[in-house]
Every structure is written in C-alpha cells, then in structure tokens.
C-alpha cells in the first residue's frame, strides 16, 4: 500500500478546514480560525496561510507521507483574473513542491460543495457564511451562478447582510422611519451605547 493521501481545504471568510484522506481509508481534518477571506486578505497572505495550514497537515501526517492530490476551495475566487492572480501566487510559492500533488485544482469554495453533494450531477450549492454564493447545473450541463459579489452589491442572506439589515432596522425604529423593534435595545446593549449614532461611531471605529 502506498503511503499517499489526498487533501481537500475549504477556506472560508470564518474558518480553514483540512481534510486529508489516506489510502487505508482514514480521515484526518484539521480546523483553524481564519482572519477574512480572500476579499479581505488579498492574494498573498491568502496564499500564505494555504501553505501554512498545508505545511500543518504535512507535518501532522509525517514525511513517509506523500501528497497524491489537493483540491482547494477558495471563497471568492470568483472570475478568470482573480484565479489567474492566485494560481501564480501559489506557483511563485512552489505550488509544484510544497503543494506536492500530482492532481492539483483551484476551485471557488462553493464547488466544495457542489461536488461533495452532488458529485456534479444536475442539482443547486448554496454557501451561506459571511458571505453567500450559489451554483447550479442541470442535466444538460448548462451552468448558472447567483450573488457572490460581496456585502455591497450582493451576499443576500449572509451573516454580513443579516447584520446590516438588523441594524437598520435598528436604526429605523430609533428614528420612527419603522416599526418597533427589541433590535434597536439588543443593538444598545451589544455595543454599549445610549443611541444608534453611537453604534455608527463604534463600527468606523470612532468612538472613544
């Protein structure tokens, strides 16, 4: 038996997730905290932390252990330039050697799911963290996505959106531009404050 696995990372705006799957049939994962996704982090330090946490389940396997395939799920690898910018970041960081695998592919991380799910048959992923993004296929093999495109001008439903919205109405309650709501008190007591421009400050970081 050969002493090889494969690895699958799903890296997300809130986590990183490693699982690698040996020949015998074993499966180790591995989560971290993440600080932001690739939005946030931008190409280099994302990079970067793909090759740490990689180098961690190399280093939790042992060396008799060899790479036989990776796939990497990328939360808004999202368009040809952003995956073409990434992808030579990861040869520029020897994505030939330390991402050792015969079979490597770079995915948006809703395809984790779509294909995990699935196994690529007709049928709709749905990510919903920070961020949303969602993708579909039918049996004829035509292709549909949907949001994706961050908190400004999509991501309905997100963790994001359902946080600004929450404060809006806040916001509107506060003002009689809406109707009551116990969001507006929650929203005091979280941030510790007396109004909701007082929340404004604290969120651009102002106040204090």
């Known amino acids: 038996m050969n002493n090889t696995y494969r690895?699958?990372?799903?890296?997300?705006?809130?986590?990183?997730h490693a699982r690698a799957v040996l020949d015998d049939g074993r499966i180790v994962n591995i989560r971290?905290?993440?600080?932001?996704?690739?939005?946030?982090?931008?190409?280099?330090e994302t990079v970067a932390s793909i090759r740490a946490l990689v180098s961690h389940v190399q280093r939790r396997l042992g060396k008799k252990m060899l790479m036989d395939a990776i796939v990497i799920g990328l939360a808004g690898l999202d368009g040809k330039k952003v995956t073409d910018e990434v992808e030579a970041r990861?040869?520029?960081?020897k994505w030939?050697?330390?991402l050792s695998g015969r079979q490597r592919f770079l995915?948006?991380?809703?395809?984790?799911?779509?294909?995990?799910?699935?196994?690529?048959?007709?049928?709709?992923a749905i990510v919903c963290g920070p961020g949303t993004n969602a993708f579909g296929s039918d049996k004829s093999g035509c292709e549909a996505?949907?949001?994706?495109r961050g908190p400004v001008s999509s991501d309905e439903g997100s963790g994001y959106w359902i946080g600004r919205e929450g404060l809006r109405s806040a916001v509107r309650a506060e003002d009689g531009r809406g109707m009551k709501t116990t969001l507006l008190s929650a929203s005091l007591r979280a941030f510790q404050v007396k109004n909701m421009s007082e929340v404004s400050l604290c969120l651009v970081?102002?106040?204090?």
């Open 90 to 93: 990861l040869l520029k960081e």
């Open 7 to 16: 690895l699958g990372v799903d890296f997300g705006g809130t986590k990183l």
């Open 205 to 208: 970081g102002r106040r204090g």
């Open 107 to 124: 995915i948006n991380d809703v395809m984790l799911g779509y294909f995990a799910g699935i196994e690529g048959k007709e049928g709709i």
């Open 96 to 98: 030939g050697s330390v």
């Open 32 to 44: 971290l905290a993440s600080k932001g996704g690739l939005a946030e982090r931008g190409v280099k």
């Open 145 to 148: 996505w949907a949001s994706g």
